[in-house]
Structure formats: C-alpha cells, structure tokens
C-alpha cells in the first residue's frame, strides 16, 4: 500500500490515540477493586450501614457497660446456665425473631432474612477457663479492665449482641437468615461441646460461620488447630513400699511410658513441625511409703494438619502400649498392671481456603479500618464448622487484651467499635442486603 505524508502523519496520529486510549482503559481497569472489596465499599455507602456504624458509636458505653455485667456472672467449665439465662434475657430484649436454649445449653437468636434458604451464623462462647469460685469482680485501672474472661469470650459476647441490636436499631433487613449462637464448652475439657451439639443435631444450610473470639481486629483464623487429649490410666494392686515391694508400681510403670512417649514425639515433630505434644497433669498415689494402685496423667496433642494429628495420635498410643509391656515383663511378684487411655477431648484439625468469599470479605473488611490483616491458625468454634465443609473464620470483638486465661486478664476500649464494626460489615456481606 503506497501512503503518501499526510496519510502517514494521520495515520500515526490514530495510533498513537489508540495507544493511549487502550493505555487509560487498562489503567482504568487495573484500579478497578476486586469484587470482594467492591461489596465491602458498597455496603460503605449505603445510609443502611452509615445509620448503623452511628448507632455503634452512640452504644459504646452501654455496650462496655453490658461487658462488665456479663463478666461478673461466673461462667465455669460445664457451668454456664446463670450467664446463659442473662444473654437469652438480652437477645429477646434486643428484637430477634425467635430465641430459645438448647438441651446442652446454648442460646440461639434467630433473626430471620428475606431469602430463608440460607443462613449466617454469628457465634461466640459462653464459658470461660476458670473454675468455680474464681474472683470475675471487675478492676478499673485508669481505662483498662481487669477480670478473668473479661476478654476470651465476654467481650465477644457483647460484640455479638451489639451486632443483633445494631441490625434492628438501623432496621437493616437481611437476604439471608442470620443465626446468633452463645455457644457452650468453648474452653479447655469442654471440647468444643456446644457447636458439636448443634451441628450434630441441626442440619440448617449453612452458608458460612462466623466466630468471635480473641479481640485483635487483624488478625483473621482461616486455620483450625486440631487436638487429641487422653486420660492414662495405670493400674495395680497397690501395697506397703517395703512389705509389698516388687509388686507392680503405676507410677514407675507410666514414667517409662511416658519416656518413650516423649522421646518418639520429639522425633516425629522435629521431622515434620507444627505439630506439639504436652503431659499437662499427673497423679495418683496415697502416700510417700506406699506403692501405688494407680497413677494418671493427662495428655494434649495438636496439629494443623488432621494428618500428623493422626500420626502423633498413634504414637502416644503405641508408645504407651509399649512401656508398660517392657514394664510388666520386669516384675517380681503378683499381677500385671492395666492400664487405660481414655478420649477426654478431641478438635478437629483443617483450614477454609483463602481463596472463599468469607475470607475474602473478612479481609476486605479489616482493610476497612487501616490494619493489615494476618491470616492465622486457632482452636476455636469454627473449628467443627471445618470439619464439616462450613467455610469458617474467627474475628476479633476489638480493643486491645492480654493474658487471656490468667487471673490478671485485662481489655482495654482502644478503638473497640471497630470490632463490633467489623463484625456486622462482614455478616452483612456474607448475608447480603433484602432487595
């Protein structure tokens, strides 16, 4: 083709407005948030949501106020009915549609959508670590609060109530149904108990589990830290430390038990790494001169991952197996010892992927508030919702906290309408906005 001058110079032109052009366009759309994001700034921007982000601050002293409250009702391990009777009395205060107590004793709040075919679950634990009979009278030290369980999980509690009363105060109605849960036997022995319950017993379609716990706001557990626990139980019959010697003695017994136990472990964990094992507790025994006819010990193990959970799992077994046989074959007189290992807890071990809308909008959504959010392992409620397929995070209920599970345990209101924030931006996205 023969181009003279001014057809090359037009020509030129064209391309070169082309170039920019098809340059804005992809500037244009590589700036072009992704569409998690894009909820999160849409809900941003809906009065709905400016309302109850107002409403939030404007509760803030009741919300602290109704966290002294709830913390000063003991909650003890298998022992929560007092405090479980005071969060159903606030739920059905603050307008759900329904509220009832489960035969374990977890208080649901149901909340009903548009579109019923899905539902959203908020939840946070009832218990606390400490037994019955422990000081939970609150301590003002200047702004910071100090009581056991103040922080792991009372204030996820009010975070969680703050959310329910904020939706009806801001009369923002919801596609899917939203399920508040105050769940028992979070801590320690209890073994997750309550969300075990209901998820064995309630087949809802679940679209995604939301718990509160802890209260760091950047820090978002997509992972579940599984654990085995067992009770080891040796037995014989027992008898004077001279007069009976060279009877079967349980505590000599499960010491080499445990020797063999811990030196495999170390083995296996060293090789293959976060995965952890603990003989927390020990017992058993009358007195300095007499030989045993039991001793105990308790035993926790963990894992991210369900395999290496299982693996170490059978080595506790099969290394306990081992050395009480070595044991047996050494004793001089009178029967073998027995022993026992019972199942005292178990949590399941997993991880909802990163790549699932509820982790997504967590994260768009911590964003929102100018952290940087950390995508963490915990063992926490959610971890059931993963064994069973519930895409599942744990949140944190805001404020600043420490020493969880110590007596001097503390919260501090820094910034803590952000958590509540958090927590209702988030099941807004997942539950989505009633057309």
């Not at 050395?323 to 178990?346: D, R, V």
Request: contains cysteine; charged residues 20%.
């Amino acid at each position: 083709m023969i181009v003279n001058k001014k057809s090359a110079f037009l020509l030129g032109l064209l391309v070169c407005i082309c170039f920019h052009l098809a340059s804005a366009q992809h500037v244009a759309k590589s700036s072009k948030p992704d569409p998690y994001t894009a909820d999160i700034q849409s809900l941003l921007k809906n009065k709905l949501v400016i309302d109850a982000y107002k409403i939030i601050d404007a509760m803030e002293s009741s919300t602290v106020a109704e966290l002294i409250e709830l913390t000063e009702i003991p909650a003890p391990p298998f022992k929560e009915s007092v405090r479980a009777q005071k969060v159903k009395q606030l739920f059905e205060a603050a307008g759900a549609d329904k509220v009832w107590t489960d035969s374990v004793g977890n208080v649901f709040a149901l909340r009903k959508g548009s579109n019923a075919s899905q539902t959203i679950v908020l939840d946070a634990h009832l218990d606390t670590v400490f037994p019955e009979g422990t000081d939970v009278k609150v301590k003002h030290h200047g702004d910071t609060l100090y009581a056991p369980g103040i922080s792991d999980d009372t204030r996820g509690l009010t975070a969680m109530l703050a959310v329910l009363r904020t939706l009806e105060k801001a009369k923002i109605e919801t596609a899917c149904d939203l399920l508040f849960m105050a769940s028992v036997g979070e801590e320690g022995l209890g073994g997750l108990r309550g969300v075990k319950y209901f998820l064995a017993h309630n087949t809802p379609k679940i679209k995604s589990w939301i718990s509160i716990d802890g209260t760091s706001i950047a820090d978002i557990a997509i992972g579940a830290l599984g654990s085995v626990r067992y009770k080891a139980l040796i037995k014989g019959p027992g008898g004077h430390s001279w007069g009976a010697f060279g009877l079967g003695n349980p505590h000599h017994a499960m010491a080499k038990a445990i020797n063999y136990f811990s030196d495999e472990a170390q083995r296996y964990t060293t090789a293959v790494g976060k995965t952890s094992f603990n003989v927390g507790r020990v017992g058993g025994g009358t007195s300095v001169n007499a030989i045993p006819f039991e001793s105990w010990a308790e035993v926790d193990m963990r894992s991210e991952s369900p395999e290496h959970l299982k693996k170490i799992d059978s080595i506790f077994k099969a290394t306990m197996k081992k050395g009480l046989a070595e044991y047996n074959k050494n004793i001089q007189k009178g029967q073998p010892l027995t022993m026992t290992l019972a199942s005292i807890g178990y949590r399941p071990s997993g991880a909802t992927l990163p790549s699932q809308p509820l982790v997504q909008h967590a994260i768009a959504a911590a964003k929102q508030f100018d952290v940087t959010p950390e995508l963490i392992t915990e063992s926490t409620n959610a971890n059931i919702a993963i064994a069973k397929g519930i895409p599942a995070v744990t949140i944190g209920a805001g404020g600043k906290s420490d020493h969880a599970h110590a007596l001097n345990e503390w919260w501090l209101n820094d910034h803590g309408a952000q958590g509540i924030k958090l927590a209702l931006l988030l099941t807004l996205a997942e539950t989505g906005l009633a057309k």
